[in-house]
């Protein structure tokens, strides 16, 4: 038979003791996002739907955090913007009860209704700006809008300190391009500039530049690290961060306005797993999925999770700053000023 010594017993009841009696950081800490008794009738849901337009390279480790710490199977959808908005209206229309959470930049343009009302924890550790009206949606990230450029091709005195300025710069006459849903940032220049100005400058800027309309903000952003053009006019920072985190050489710089909207999430009022979708939200507020996705180059909406690189916002912070969170109607009208300036281009 195997004996312990009165030594070894009480070595061994020292360490439980120290175990028991150890500071909370010693111990495997319990997320703060991770309610016990939401968890508990989650699992008994058994799984939550996810409508997200994160690319899955980020959406689909991000989740697994979530299925590890839950047990709660994630099913993830991903689409477009335009898309899911799209779908969700779709099914409601059908009575359909499908998704439990959307993670898109539009969240704020579905119909209210559509929307539960619902505060998940550190709610209030986020930016003012980015918790929606009665609890609707929250911002996970923070999109800031900012222009990039080559640098192997983009010398420090060829980067423009205004918008005018592009046109001083010929030798760069179609190597500029921009996204044709970017009517976020032509809103929030047109208040800047006001109306008048605001259309000289860009007509003059599309007449001698040429800039090229593209469909997609990371195509953009790789397209400039790749050098197949110069400049992005206008582009989301995130995405050049991830670019150049990448290794390519690309970087931002900071030019008035600067544009802020949010990658946001929303429960279902007709979530078919309430449960489930009220965790998830804890969980995208969470400081652990936003420090998780600042490996991407994403800007955290929580002051207190360090954004990649450090102080990376610094400049932005002190410029003007447009938060622009466009309805429907909104929508309409500054796609189709954006359409009448850049027409000619894409």
């Known amino acids: 038979m195997f004996k312990i010594g009165s030594r070894a017993l009480a070595g061994t009841f020292a360490l439980t003791l120290a175990l028991l009696t150890a500071p909370l950081g010693a111990q495997e800490k319990k997320p703060v996002w991770l309610d016990e008794t939401l968890l508990t009738a989650a699992k008994a849901e058994g799984q939550v ?12 480790p991000l989740w697994k955090i979530f299925e590890d710490a839950t047990g709660i199977k994630v099913l993830y959808v991903r689409a477009s913007d335009a898309q899911i908005l799209s779908r969700v209206i779709i099914e409601a229309r059908a009575g359909q009860r499908t998704w439990d959470i959307a993670q898109t930049a539009n969240v704020q343009k579905f119909p209210h209704e559509f929307l539960l009302d619902f505060e998940p924890i550190d709610a209030q550790k986020l930016m003012t700006s980015a918790r929606g009206a009665k609890n609707k949606w929250f911002g996970m990230y923070a999109n800031y809008n900012a222009p990039a450029y080559n640098t192997n091709l983009v010398k420090a005195d060829q980067i423009p300190a205004r918008l005018e300025d592009f046109v001083k710069f010929p030798q760069f006459a179609g190597r500029i391009a921009i996204d044709d849903t970017d009517t976020p940032w032509i809103a929030a220049v047109f208040e800047h500039y006001g109306e008048k100005r605001a259309r000289e400058i860009l007509e003059e800027l599309v007449a001698k530049m040429k800039p090229v309309v593209l469909d997609g903000h990371l195509a953009i952003a790789r397209a400039v690290g790749s050098g197949e053009y110069a400049f992005a006019l206008n582009n989301y920072l995130n995405l050049t961060l991830n670019v150049k985190l990448g290794g390519q050489p690309t970087d931002f710089w900071v030019m008035e306005p600067v544009t802020l909207f949010y990658g946001q999430s929303g429960i279902s009022a007709k979530s078919p797993h309430p449960n489930a979708a009220k965790l998830a939200q804890n969980f995208m507020v969470s400081a652990d ?18 954004t990649n690189p450090k102080n990376v916002l610094a400049g932005i912070e002190k410029a003007k700053v447009s938060t622009v969170l466009l309805d429907s109607d909104d929508e309409k009208k500054w796609s189709r000023v954006f359409k009448e300036i850049f027409r000619s281009n894409k």
Do not use: H, I, M
């Open 289 to 306: 999925a936003q420090a998780f996705l600042t490996k991407f180059g994403r800007l955290p909406t929580r002051p207190d999770v360090e």
């Open 49 to 60: 739907v996810v409508y997200s337009t994160t690319n899955e390279q980020e959406g689909l």
